[in-house]
């Protein structure tokens, strides 16, 4: 019996485990909002979150800083991989179980719902499905499991009664996750403290619409192979191959505003420390951006910032701009999936990183602050003698 239940449940562990595909600029409706920003559909991420406040001391500072002399950082623009282990089990469905007894969802009886977080089984703590088939293996005597769940950020436990399947499986009618892997941009790295920062916004896992919390994580080595090209109303998107045995650095936190790490080594991307602009000098005009659009090449590609919004607290869409790029538009038709996090250049300076797009033309987007990414990462950029012996 054990035999056959190991082998069954291993069918279905495989069914399970699946490759979750990064979304960098857009995300399923549920997760997004249809509004209308000076007449323009917009495809934006709910803004009902923590805002935290910058002080006017360091508005003070930043006024008077000569602009030679600021915090210095290392331009992303190259394409990562992206892997996480989740903080617990998400229960991305629940399903009927034919049995004997006819048709039943054991899960959904018991209160499961999808979106759910199972992070313990009778109160021992699981971060992979092997552990949570561990338990369901040992459940066979009581024949019940009790899950600690966390929806939503509070604490449940609820007790499931698996059952056996008329193919002999005993299971509990859930399709659990453990793993996510996508692609992304990376923004800066921190030439001091090996910091880095990317996206530029949050990774959102496309079954429950919900925060992707995070136990461990890596970002990987990735080399684009080709440009599914942006159409009206349609978002393009990078295709590209994750390199799984080459570890770039850690991932410890994904929040609204990008993934945040430390690199374990900064030569592997050979470009010169670049000075950052604060959010008060960052202003309409040429700019550009850095991103990859072959292989692991980084480029340079023109864009026009056309709006300013003036932000002294943390917060999205501080910029706006439009494509110019001819080059650009021919390949990919403006701003794809996978460009998160390219850095947005002005006047030789980090000024933010791309974040957006405009549903109905892909050559439009917002981007993000450099300065609140920073403040993300914990970096203390105002602390200029840190940088004073980069070249």
């Known amino acids: 019996m054990n035999q056959k239940f190991n082998k069954n449940l291993k069918k279905v562990y495989n069914l399970l485990i699946f490759v979750f595909s990064l979304i960098s600029i857009v995300a399923p409706a549920s997760e997004y909002a249809w509004a209308k920003t000076d007449n323009e559909q917009l495809l934006h991420i709910d803004e009902k979150r923590k805002i935290y406040e910058v002080s006017h001391h360091r508005f003070e500072k930043t006024n008077t800083v000569a602009s030679v002399d ?12 992206i892997k996480i282990q989740t903080d617990g089990l998400v229960v991305v469905d629940t399903y009927l179980v034919n049995t004997s007894n006819g048709a039943i969802n054991p899960a959904k009886e018991a209160g499961i719902v999808k979106g759910d977080l199972i992070v313990a089984v009778n109160n021992q703590k699981i971060t992979t499905v092997d552990d949570y088939k561990q338990q369901l293996l040992l459940s066979q005597n009581s024949g019940q499991l009790i899950l ?38 990376l923004t800066f790295i921190d030439p001091n403290s090996l910091k880095y920062g990317a996206l530029g916004h949050e990774i959102i896992d496309q079954d429950t619409n919900q925060l992707v919390t995070v136990s461990y994580g890596e970002i990987i080595n990735s080399n684009v192979t080709a440009i599914r090209k942006a159409a009206t109303g349609r978002p393009g998107e990078k295709v590209a191959d994750i390199l799984f045995d080459q570890k770039l650095g850690t991932l410890e936190k994904n929040n609204n505003f990008g993934i945040y790490g430390v690199m374990g080594n900064a030569d592997t991307f050979s470009k010169e420390p670049m000075p950052i602009a604060y959010a008060n000098e960052v202003k309409t005009g040429p700019a550009q951006i850095y991103t990859v659009l072959n292989g692991n090449k980084v480029e340079v590609f023109n864009i026009n910032i056309t709006e300013v919004n003036p932000q002294t607290q943390k917060a999205i ?57 920073l403040q993300e990462a914990g970096i203390d950029y105002l602390n200029i003698q840190s940088t004073t012996n980069v070249a």
């Open 317 to 373: 869409k501080g910029l706006k701009y439009v494509v110019t790029d001819e080059r650009l538009l021919n390949e990919t038709g403006g701003i794809v999936q996978g460009m998160s996090g390219s850095p947005i250049i002005q006047d030789g300076k980090i000024v933010g990183a791309v974040t957006h797009v405009l549903v109905h033309d892909a050559t439009m987007g917002y981007g993000i602050f450099i300065e609140w990414m």
């Open 70 to 81: 600021r915090y210095m950082l290392i331009p992303g623009g190259d394409a990562i991989g």
């Open 148 to 185: 600690t769940v966390n929806r939503q950020g509070k604490i449940e436990h609820v007790t499931v009664h698996p059952v056996t399947s008329t193919e002999g499986v005993t299971t509990t009618g859930l399709y659990l996750r453990d793993k996510l892997a996508g692609i992304g941009t």
